[in-house]
């Protein structure tokens, strides 16, 4: 891990950089490049505006532990109210959640629960719900939420991490469930010996488990594929694969951050992709950012200049 990912991990983890940071001008001023405003209005703005370009979109309102399992609650509701807004726009559009934002520290029983909840109003719309991955110590009872879920609802998504030395094993056994999984690298701090701690390591796993979620028993079972990154050697080879097996174009999709790699995005859509963007709103937002700081060091520099700049 570079010195500077590690750096900014750490700060997306410390108390009083989380408190200090939101509250100074340039950080808020900088964040703006990777979310539209901190409103879910501003992310359905945003929505509508991506929908013309033919790229369908996941909201999500950033936060991650909370404090007292009635805030749980208070989320599931916003959620739900979420769902409502979407079906009124008629935006292709969905909501991705952490557990660790519906209660799941305080009561795992709740967390399911709040789950189900959103997943049949998801259902009942005919859109997804997506569950996020977080740290290591959360995948089992992920794993263990999303599988009962998905046993009732058949519209919920996990998203599983390439850089787990685990994640072939989980994906083994996801994948004859049907269900929906979103791929992604993996953006937190984790420990060598849970996780590749090189790049490579991860960019090869990536490869490897994403033609698993490409492979005919993958589709025979009903299993949707979606791959979260804006890594352009390993989209260009998904690419090059799907066409040499014939995989539909739109039988798997695409997602991508609001505000990264956009005019990839728009070229996917054009020539024929699924593409998503996940666009994240919400005041909580100085760990989320801090890791997509780390995902690109020349991130900082971007930083540093909107420090100067008026
Ligand atoms: P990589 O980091 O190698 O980046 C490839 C290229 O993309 C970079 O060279 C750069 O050009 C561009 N890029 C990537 N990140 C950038 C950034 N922040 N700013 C500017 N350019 C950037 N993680 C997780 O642990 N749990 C989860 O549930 C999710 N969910 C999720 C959903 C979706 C839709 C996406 C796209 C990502 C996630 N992630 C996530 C985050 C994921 O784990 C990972 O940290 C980022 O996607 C960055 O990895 P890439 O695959 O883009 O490759």
Redesign the pocket.
């Known amino acids: 891990m570079s010195v500077m990912r590690s750096v900014l991990l750490a700060a997306s983890d410390n108390r009083w950089m989380r408190r200090q940071a939101p509250r100074m001008g340039f950080v808020k001023k900088a964040v703006k490049?990777?979310m539209p405003g901190e409103r879910v209005e501003d992310a359905l703005a945003a929505a509508e505006a991506l929908k013309t370009q033919g790229i369908a979109t996941?909201l999500t309102q950033l936060g991650e532990n909370i404090t007292e399992l009635s805030e749980g609650d208070r989320v599931t509701a916003h959620y739900l109210d979420v769902l409502t807004r979407i079906e009124a726009s008629g935006l292709d559009s969905c909501v991705?959640v952490?557990l660790t934002q519906l209660g799941l520290d305080f009561d795992k029983d709740k967390a399911l629960s709040n789950v189900r909840t959103l997943a049949a109003r998801a259902n009942a719309l005919g859109t997804r719900l997506?569950?996020?991955?977080?740290?290591r110590g959360y995948v089992d009872a992920t794993l263990d939420i999303y599988r009962r879920v998905l046993s009732e609802h058949p519209n919920v998504g996990?998203?599983l991490?390439?850089?787990l030395y685990r994640t072939p094993k989980d994906l083994a056994s996801l994948i004859p469930l049907g269900g929906a999984v979103?791929l992604?690298?993996?953006?937190?701090r984790e420990p060598a010996d849970v996780a590749h701690p090189k790049?490579s390591d991860?960019?090869n796993a990536?490869v490897t488990l994403a033609k698993q979620m490409l492979s005919a028993e993958a589709r025979t079972a009903g299993f949707v594929a979606?791959f979260?990154?804006?890594?352009?050697?390993?989209i260009r080879t998904l690419r090059e694969h799907v066409d040499a097996a014939k995989v539909p174009r739109r039988s798997f999709e695409f997602?991508?951050?609001f505000?990264?790699?956009r005019a990839e995005q728009a070229a996917l859509a054009e020539a024929g992709y699924a593409i998503?963007?996940?666009i994240s709103y919400g005041d909580y937002w100085f760990p989320w950012y801090m890791?997509?700081?780390?995902?690109?060091p020349?991130?900082v520099l971007f930083v540093a200049k909107s420090m100067f700049s008026s």
Do not use: P
């Open positions: 490049r990777f996941i991705s952490k997506w569950i996020d991955m977080e740290q996990v998203a991490q390439a850089y979103r992604v690298k993996g953006a937190y790049k991860v960019d990536y979606v979260g990154t804006h890594d352009q050697t390993i997602a991508m951050l505000g990264i790699r998503r963007c996940l890791r997509r700081l780390a995902e690109r020349a991130n």
